[in-house]
């Protein structure tokens, strides 16, 4: 029985010692990719507040007079905005990278860990049934004392004992790779969002250049010529105000209360980060100048720079989209999101569309990104709640002679989105 607790010992030894190299390797890796995510993190931080300054300088910008020099720095600022857009997403991107680099280590670790406990309790299970060959009786009559009987006896429940705590540990290790490898897989599933994103901000980007290209070769980079496609595209949205006010006109819908959450529910998520409400829903003091014609105002409008993410506030499935743009003609590139609690919601004067028609989406997702395309003076989000029941789809021709289908409702069917965000 000697033999028994010399192994017993060595078994122990092996178990405690296990992966001493092994960790302090592991540790250094980790502390490593930590430190590299920490100034990642911070230069995230700088970005984001780059950004903020440049949605400031817009929204400052943009209670000036309009004229072509203001439009042109508006632009501007714009597209110094969307390059730091870029950079953001791009350090989110590498720092996603990084995460993943560290969940794998640990990943790789925790297996290692758990391969080589297995293995080594095996060993020491091993080697503990070849050297008892002798029965308890045989054992006590073979020691010269009862001292060398209890210390057997004693090695034996040590042994005991410490197989229970190390199995206990290997579940506990087994746990821990599953939560690690639920992480990695989350992470992962970010790192495709934000390499979508990534696409999308350079597609946009080009286009703010384009749009720069545009302006200034419609105007001469002439003030008058700038004033003149002001009033043209005056012109355009008030007669499109006109025949959608026409078209509304013509639809009878009977709004059951019973069908649609109540006011106040909070049932809607803000469809961007950072909330500056520029026209509100209905008979505004806004709504009745010429702008709307009286008529009032169908939606909330969120004052935000180009390019700006814009999220569904609500899950549900994308009933519709429009991609096509036609040359101040109604409300540019847009998504329709109907949901499941009797409400639908559109996202309007986008510069980029990121979902598909029939795509099933959850709240939050981002959709598109804001601009100002289709009859608009200026980047901002128009964000419409219709009642579901209500909305239909009608072509639409544009002064340009482009046809376009465009949703609408009843009057009755529009509602004001304050009341459910």
């Not at 640990?106 to 060959?133: C, H, P, Q, V, W």
């Not at 897989?185 to 999308?200: A, R």
């Amino acid at each position: 029985m000697r033999l028994l607790s010399t192994q017993f010992v060595l078994a122990l030894v092996v178990l405690a010692g296990l992966f001493g190299t092994a960790f302090l390797t592991h540790a250094q890796t980790v502390e490593e990719l930590q430190r590299k995510i920490a100034d990642q993190t911070s230069a995230i931080q700088k970005l984001e507040k780059e950004i903020l300054q440049y949605q400031g300088d817009l929204n400052t910008l943009a209670t000036k007079k309009k004229t072509l020099s203001n439009a042109i720095a508006a632009l501007e600022i714009t597209r110094k905005k969307l390059v730091t857009d870029i950079k953001l997403t791009q350090t989110k991107v590498d720092t996603t990278d990084l995460k993943i680099r560290q969940l794998a280590s640990e990943i790789s670790y925790k297996e290692n860990e758990i391969t080589g406990r297995i293995t080594a309790l095996k060993e020491a299970l091993l080697a503990i049934y070849e050297s008892d060959d002798k029965s308890l009786a045989e054992i006590a009559l073979s020691n010269e004392s009862f001292s060398g009987l209890w210390s057997d006896l004693d090695a034996l429940e040590q042994f005991s004992a410490g197989v229970k705590e190390n199995v206990e540990l290997i579940k506990a290790l087994k746990q821990e790779l599953e939560d690690r490898n639920s992480k990695q897989k989350t992470e992962k599933g970010k790192l495709i969002g934000l390499k979508d994103e990534l696409g999308d901000q350079k597609k946009i980007t080009e286009d703010n250049k384009k749009q720069t290209a545009t302006l200034l070769a419609q105007t001469k980079n002439k003030e008058s010529e700038y004033q003149k496609l002001l009033s043209a595209k005056q012109v355009a949205k008030d007669q499109f105000e006109k025949e959608l006010y026409d078209l509304e006109s013509q639809l009878k819908f009977i709004l059951d209360p019973n069908s649609i959450p109540a006011k106040g529910s909070k049932v809607l998520s803000w469809p961007l980060d950072v909330i500056r409400i520029t026209q509100y829903f209905g008979n505004t003091e806004f709504s009745k100048t010429a702008a709307y014609n009286g008529h009032g105002h169908n939606g909330v409008d969120f004052g935000v720079g180009g390019g700006t993410k814009v999220y569904a506030a609500l899950s549900g499935k994308v009933l519709a989209v429009n991609t096509k743009v036609a040359s101040m003609c109604q409300y540019g590139k847009w998504v329709l999101i109907q949901h499941d609690n009797g409400l639908s919601t559109l996202y309007a004067h986008l510069s980029l569309v990121s979902v598909s028609s029939g795509d099933v989406i959850k709240t939050g997702k981002i959709i598109g990104y804001s601009g100002d395309t289709g009859y608009s003076f200026g980047e901002h989000l128009h964000f419409t709640v219709y009642a579901s029941k209500a909305v239909t789809f009608k072509e639409y021709t544009c002064n340009s002679g482009a046809k376009l289908t465009i949703p609408v409702s009843a009057f009755s069917g529009y509602l004001n989105p304050m009341d459910y965000l």
